[in-house]
């Protein structure tokens, strides 16, 4: 089911189509797990096919600040949108526009390739489902595997196919929490390839890494969170991985 | 393509997609089977079964063989899901949680259903008693859709603890004490025909009814956050 025949959100006017929206707006965000406050009033905006790397170190808050967009947590203040949906309040639509792929693939191990694809094809509703399928696993390597049980895929074979459910559903916001995890150096270039195509026909993207340079070289903005509050962000460009790991310790220094 | 439409295609696909795991793997319906059947062999055993005990301990026997093995594929239901990681990816499929509920449940009443065709007629064999009949279909099917109902729901709640094998049990039983409380006097009822016997059978379908209900309607608060 294509993203355009999703209800127009509560937010948006005539003059505000949803492609014309931000990708992402976070007001004040904030996010509390018993009593230990795990993200502090962050604020930010990713533009409508704009691609942003957020990092920081184990422990900053990045996984949570993308579990609370992808509408898996809820948050403990603040406010999100994206697409102009807000996260808490629209979540049930919010879903088809969503794309998540985490660091590991969860996938069903005893389905093929094919059937997992398949699968989360018919959760989306969406029509052509075999063609589609089929056009992905060739676009990520994995044509050749298609009829073959998860189980007895590679670790890096496995994190492609999660690769090609994240983009199935061609969401308008992407978001990736450490994808690179058992990649190798062609699928790491295939997902930058993707990236870049998103981001050419006006999909948005959301990426953490581990691997600063990559995540600066991937993003054209760049988050950094420390200690659950945001201490930079900005464009990439300006900053170097020195700059950044800078930017993780200025926290713990400040406390 | 139409909600409804959307909602059952939904529905279909995770049964489609749990049977065939199941097929695969065969972790689930080989042992509750194998437990179904060492339960009554072993209350056979257990009892001092005669003529005129039977029709009381025979009905109550095949009942908990049905619960104990029940626990098995309900347990199972979600802790797979969670074990793998996968629960989080349905759950950000744009799919209505009372479809996930429905689908899981439908999957359940199929898994049990499917020992309980195995288990019957061995019983009526072990037991030597004359249940198969046709009246034992909404019997059998109303006790297991109530057991499965509730079942399902506390399999999710179970599955976000770390003691959720002890804890589905001790959540499940107490609340399943109506239901199989009206399945044991229905089939005792068929066996045995009372008259100016209590509508066992209504019992149980009216516990469904309530089961399920309550359940779907609650459902979404029990996955989500």
Known sequence: MNAHLVAFPREASVEQHPSLLPAIEVTGLGKTYELRPVLR????????????????????????????????????????????????????????????????????????????LLFFARMYGLAGAAKRTDALLERVGLRAKSRERVRTLSRGQTQRLAIARGILHEPRLLLLDEPDTGLDEEASTLLDELI??????????????????????????????????????????????????????ARRRER | ????????????????????????????????????????????????????????????????????????????????????GSMDRLLLCPVDRKAIYLAKLLGNVLFITAVEIVAVP?????????????????????????IASIGTLFSAVAANTRAREVLLPLLVFPMIVPIVIGAVKATQSLVSPVSGDAPWLGLVLAFDVIFLSLSALTFQYVVEE
């Open chain 2, 1 to 84: 393509m139409s909600d409804t439409r959307l909602f059952w295609s939904q529905v279909w696909a995770i049964i489609w997609k749990d049977l065939r795991c199941e097929l695969r793997s065969r972790q689930v319906w080989i042992g509750m089977g194998l437990f179904a059947l060492l339960v009554l062999v072993v209350f056979n055993f257990a009892f001092d079964l005669r003529t005129d005990n039977l029709v009381a301990v025979a009905p109550g026997a095949l009942w908990v063989a049905f619960v104990f093995a029940s626990m098995l594929g309900l347990g199972r239901t979600f802790n797979a899901e969670q074990d793998r």
């Open chain 1, 41 to 116: 009033n962050i604020s930010f905006t990713l533009k409508a096919g704009g691609t942003a790397a957020l990092l920081g170190a184990n422990g900053a808050g990045k996984t949570t600040l993308l579990r609370i967009l992808a509408t898996l947590v809820k948050p403990s203040a603040g406010q999100g949108t994206v697409m102009g949906y807000d996260v808490v309040r629209d979540a049930a639509a919010l879903r088809r526009l969503i794309g998540y792929v985490g660091h590991q693939p969860h996938v069903y191990d005893d389905l093929t390739a094919r059937e997992n």
């Open chain 1, 196 to 249: 870049t195509e998103r981001a050419a026909t006006g999909g948005a993207t959301l990426l953490t890494t581990h691997n600063i340079a990559h995540g600066l070289s991937r993003g054209e903005d760049t988050l950094v969170l420390a200690g659950g509050r945001l201490t930079y962000n900005g464009p990439s460009r300006v900053l170097s991985p020195g700059d950044v790991r800078e930017l993780f310790v």
């Open chain 2, 122 to 146: 061995v019983f009526a064999v072990i037991y030597n008693i004359p249940i198969i009949t046709g009246l034992l279909i909404p019997v059998v099917l109303g006790g297991t859709i109530g």
